[in-house]
């Protein structure tokens, strides 16, 4: 049951629009917000996003490393 289909909600040039820039090369559909309404159904607010550079995501991961690092450095010494 977690894994059936479930139908979305839009109208057909929504779709259209939204399958039209998945197509586009480094363009991918990303959920924004989940939320229940008052009869218990999830609700999901979609938007559409380009994918990071090799070098961005490098250097996201950069600064991720550094941040945890301070965090254990600041835990042992502080």
Known sequence: E???KRKLLVS???LSNLWNATQ???MTLVPLVLY???RGM???KIGIAKGKKH???RETEAKRDWS????RLLKEHG
């Open 2 to 4: 977690d894994r059936r």
């Open 12 to 14: 057909k040039k929504e």
């Open 24 to 26: 586009r090369k480094g």
């Open 36 to 38: 229940f309404n008052h």
């Open 42 to 44: 999830a609700k999901v």
């Open 55 to 57: 070098h961005d995501k």
């Open 68 to 71: 945890r690092q301070k965090q």
